[in-house]
């Protein structure tokens, strides 16, 4: 584990530790405040992402714009990354051995912002965060608190796009997580800002 962003950040540049660096443009990273209360994990960069090189910058992201706005999250506030830091090809899900070989650079930014609170979009996220025996229907909406960290599992806002009922749940599960932030004082954190 690296103690800095910046070690972090060097570590992965060249990074072929998995198939995914042979199709990507760019690697996507992660985005937002390094010392967030806050962060969201999700499934992997698409077409967009890949050639920005930061997460949720296409239509699924758009969306989820439109939801912090609609709560009053600001995207310069949270963190931003994703399970895998490489488009899969034809953004089909990550596969096991890209997931494994990518983990470590996330649990080291989720070590380097040390946030409150996780909201992990999809079952994709869900899975490689909190374990396989875990599963989307039954677990959004629930905390679950695992090592001091609060995680609030919801769909991934791509399915929104497939099915607009899921918009009611996903506003609903990150007003829950609201609704905590704002209740909550930040207990080490306000002297770093
Ligand atoms: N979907 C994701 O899971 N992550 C992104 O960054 C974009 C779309």
Same mark, same amino acid.
Request: with cysteine; proline share 4%.
């Given at each position: 584990?690296?103690?800095?962003?910046?070690?972090?950040?060097? $570590?992965?540049?060249?990074?072929?530790?998995?198939?995914?660096?042979?199709?990507?443009?760019?690697?996507? %990273?992660?985005?937002?405040? @390094?010392?967030?209360?806050?962060? %969201?994990?999700?499934?992997?960069?698409?077409?967009?992402?890949?050639?920005?090189?930061? /997460?949720?910058?296409?239509?699924?992201?758009?969306?989820?714009?439109?939801? %912090?706005?609609?709560?009053?999250?600001?995207? $310069?506030?949270? &963190?931003?990354?994703?399970?895998?830091?490489?488009? /899969? /090809?034809?953004?089909?899900?990550?596969?096991?051995?890209?997931?494994?070989?990518?983990?470590? &650079?996330?649990?080291?930014?989720?070590?380097?912002? @040390?946030?409150?609170?996780?909201?992990?979009?999809? $079952?994709?996220?869900?899975?490689?965060?909190?374990g396989k025996e875990y599963?989307?229907?039954?677990?959004?909406?629930?905390?679950?608190? !695992?090592?001091?960290?609060? &995680?609030? /599992?919801?769909?991934?806002?791509?399915?929104?796009?497939?099915?607009?009922?899921?918009?009611?749940?996903?506003? @609903?599960?990150? @007003?829950?997580?609201?609704?905590?932030?704002?209740?909550? !004082?930040?207990?080490?954190?306000?002297?770093?800002?």
């Open positions: 584990m690296f103690k800095t962003w910046e070690e972090l950040e060097e $570590s992965i540049k060249n990074c072929n530790r998995c198939k995914l660096w042979k199709t990507r443009r760019n690697i996507v %990273f992660g985005t937002g405040n @390094k010392n967030a209360r806050l962060m %969201f994990i999700g499934e992997g960069p698409g077409a967009d992402e890949d050639r920005l090189g930061i /997460p949720f910058v296409g239509r699924a992201g758009k969306l989820m714009d439109l939801a %912090f706005e609609t709560l009053g999250i600001d995207r $310069s506030e949270v &963190y931003i990354a994703n399970i895998v830091k490489c488009r /899969p /090809p034809s953004n089909r899900n990550p596969e096991n051995d890209e997931a494994m070989a990518c983990l470590n &650079y996330l649990r080291n930014q989720v070590i380097l912002v @040390k946030p409150e609170i996780i909201v992990l979009l999809g $079952s994709v996220a869900l899975k490689n965060i909190l599963g989307i229907t039954d677990s959004r909406g629930k905390w679950v608190e !695992k090592k001091g960290i609060k &995680y609030m /599992p919801t769909w991934h806002p791509a399915a929104l796009l497939r099915d607009e009922t899921k918009k009611v749940d996903f506003i @609903k599960d990150l @007003k829950k997580v609201v609704e905590l932030i704002t209740s909550t !004082k930040s207990e080490n954190k306000d002297e770093k800002r």
